[in-house]
């Protein structure tokens, strides 16, 4: 049974006495704190109509400016924001005090209408968090993952020849080169240009996208509208989560069964999702499977389009900036030559190419917006106010 909906009366009543209950809680709330600094909210409402919905981390980004300080905050009846925009904030709180800051906010956009529930890393901070990062990090912890650089050297491979074949289409082939090599280390699936499992998850992650890069929606602050109609003013929001949800089950649900079917056979090949089956103890439950099928699922959609992005801004730096390319290039040619192409044995050889690589990350995260994480218990920063239960967001701008 689905969940119930409720009538357009219904709605507005509790609408009402959540504004009547939290306009008098936000007041008193002002005249007890000092918050980090922020545009200035209406009475009662407070900075409803300042919360950003699209480019949020650009409008971040110029608080900060106007306001002189590395942390902001907003607040929407109830609902606070607050904001990290230097890295120096983002250590102080997230390395310095993780016994607050661990746990991640349980948005409803992106979680439960949109259907990103199911990537763990999204999981609030307990014991089910810490169960699904040790059964993902035994092959992704960075002592492990030497053990998918033969995959990735067939990838890269396969990448050169295509930009020899077909250089006009080289976004293309870079999704390819990105999807295939991910699909192969989590499922071990060999993929071919246009494999409907790596358009798949590339519409699926492009959601997450949409969603972390569109600011702050209003059913966040307001949990109630949730439960709108889809045909009612202004919930399109539902009508486009809807449509985000049904890929992303798709994604996490499509691949995983492909591989399990494969694997009852005795047909599968060694993965990551292959491991997950074979150290698995008791009998076989669709609990079980949820957890193998968010494990995987996350793996492979979080690595897929950030990679690529990560791609895409290397292209056009190397475009922006000539002289760095060349001296890359330079470097490579004096440390690898020109019989052979550079392996991972040469990292530590290539400080240039590195030192660029690492740039482009810095330059242009690809998530503007990290997900947002939540204040456990109430702190202070450089003597700003942090209530507990405040939805804490980085932005790397």
């Known amino acids: 049974m689905g969940p119930h909906t409720m009538s357009t009366g219904e709605v507005l009543a509790v609408l009402l006495i959540v504004f009547t209950v939290s306009s008098v809680a936000f007041a008193r709330r002002r005249s007890q704190h000092r918050y980090p600094p922020g545009p200035k909210g209406l009475p009662i409402i407070g900075n409803v109509f300042d919360v950003p919905t699209r480019n949020g981390w650009l409008v971040f980004s110029e608080w900060s400016r106007r306001y002189g300080s590395d942390v902001v905050h907003i607040e929407a009846l109830g609902k606070h924001i607050v904001v990290l925009n230097t890295m120096k904030a983002a250590k102080a709180l997230f390395e310095e ?39 993902f990090h035994q092959s992704f912890r960075p002592q492990s993952v030497s053990q998918f650089r033969p995959r990735q050297i067939v990838a890269q491979r396969k990448l050169l020849q295509l930009m020899l074949d077909k250089p006009e289409g080289f976004s293309e082939n870079l999704r390819f080169a990105i999807g295939s090599s991910i699909l192969n280390a989590v499922f071990a699936f060999e993929a071919t240009p246009g494999d409907r499992r790596i358009k798949l998850v590339e519409d699926a992650a492009q959601t997450a996208q949409h969603v972390l890069h569109a600011g702050v929606f209003l059913v966040d602050i307001f949990p109630i509208l949730k439960y ?32 399990k079917t494969a694997f009852k056979k005795g047909t599968a090949q060694p993965c990551f999702t292959g491991k997950l089956l074979s150290d698995a103890d008791g009998e076989d439950t669709p609990q079980r499977d949820d957890l193998f099928m968010n494990l995987a699922g996350t793996g492979y959609a979080a690595g897929t389009d950030t990679t690529y992005t990560v791609m895409m801004v290397f292209v056009l730096a190397m475009l922006l900036h000539p002289e760095a390319a060349s001296a890359a290039q330079e470097e490579l040619d004096r440390v690898v030559g020109k019989d052979r192409l550079p392996e991972f044995a040469d990292h530590d050889s290539l400080p240039q190419v590195v030192a660029v690589l690492r740039e482009v990350l810095r330059w242009h995260p690809p998530l503007p917006l990290a997900t947002p994480h939540r204040a456990m218990s109430e702190d202070h920063y450089e003597g700003c106010y942090i209530p507990k239960g405040v939805e804490i967001r980085r932005n790397p701008k």
């Open 97 to 135: 005090r993780p016994s607050i800051y661990s746990d991640k906010d349980q948005s409803v956009m992106f979680l439960e209408l949109c259907g990103w529930w199911r990537a763990w890393v999204m999981l609030p901070y307990g014991d089910n968090w810490r169960m699904h990062r040790k059964l």
């Open 228 to 259: 709108l109609p889809t045909w009612f003013p202004g919930a399109a929001f539902k009508r486009r989560a809807a449509g985000y949800k049904e890929l992303v089950d798709k994604m996490f649900e499509a691949p995983y069964y492909e591989y």
